[in-house]
């Protein structure tokens, strides 16, 4: 089934497992990929169609959370906390996990960014994992009743081996905030994954000041491409389901 671009929703292409024998060009039908993409995971392509439809903000100006201004926002949230895209993010943070060599007991990040995908990360290890990650979350300010405490959902936190997660990261200062927190509750960080790096220092900023290795799913850049690319075509954007 091919579906075109309707008014204020990009369709782009996604994977199909079906097997056809006619292929696209012979049918006369142009696919519009981006010319950044590394990568043929179908989830990953299907991740980053929900994200160029839904997160991917350009024409104006944005406040960064560093203070900086910029004619490119990604709303992340918009992509996170839908049903279609959990479960993605999930797999795919979990992948990049094993890639990078780490063993977590647990995942987390400051919040709000990082608490969808923490969530999404801890349901699907049941499936995708050897072993269950739990989540946490890591407040900005201590609550002032009960435990008092910056970290929860973790009780037992000394020596746990934990990756902190963000959604977006520009100069890394909320990931180096969960970072503090997570080191002074006793945990081992071995390692930052973020949804999409604006590639503006964070990683060099946690290299150098808490020497933690960042790495991402997307980046800025290939996320604006997608996006530009396929507003600019002069044929429809099909996409076959």
């Not at 204020?8 to 996604?14: A, K, R």
């Not at 100006?61 to 959990?86: N, Q, R, V």
């Not at 407040?139 to 959902?153: A, D, L, S, T």
Request: charged share 25%.
């Amino acid at each position: 089934m091919i579906k075109k671009e309707t008014a204020g929703h990009v369709d782009l292409p996604t994977p199909t497992h079906q097997s056809t024998s006619t292929s696209p060009e012979k049918s006369g039908i142009r696919m519009v990929l981006a010319t950044s993409m590394p990568t043929s995971d179908p989830d990953r392509l299907t991740l980053r169609n929900i994200l160029v439809n839904n997160s991917v903000k350009l024409g104006r100006s944005f406040m960064l959370s560093s203070g900086a201004t910029s004619d490119k926002y990604i709303d992340a949230k918009l992509t996170t906390l839908t049903p279609e895209a959990m479960p993605l993010v999930g797999r795919l943070f979990l992948r990049k996990i094993k890639e990078s060599g780490w063993s977590p007991k647990a995942v987390g990040g400051l919040t709000v960014g990082a608490d969808p995908i923490a969530f999404s990360v801890a349901r699907e290890s049941i499936d995708e994992a050897k072993t269950s990650i739990n989540a946490f979350i890591v407040r900005k300010v201590p609550k002032k009743h009960g435990m008092e405490r910056f970290i929860e959902g973790i009780e037992n936190t000394a020596g746990l081996p934990v990756v902190i997660i963000d959604d977006v990261c520009t100069q890394g200062k909320s990931t180096g905030e969960a970072i503090e927190r997570a080191l002074q509750a006793g945990m081992k960080v071995l390692g930052a994954i973020c949804l999409v790096d604006r590639e503006d220092g964070a990683a060099q900023l946690l290299a150098e000041h808490y020497d933690c290795r960042l790495v991402s799913i997307f980046t800025l850049n290939e996320l604006v491409d997608c996006k530009r690319n396929a507003k600019g075509t002069a044929e429809p954007i099909v996409a076959f389901a």
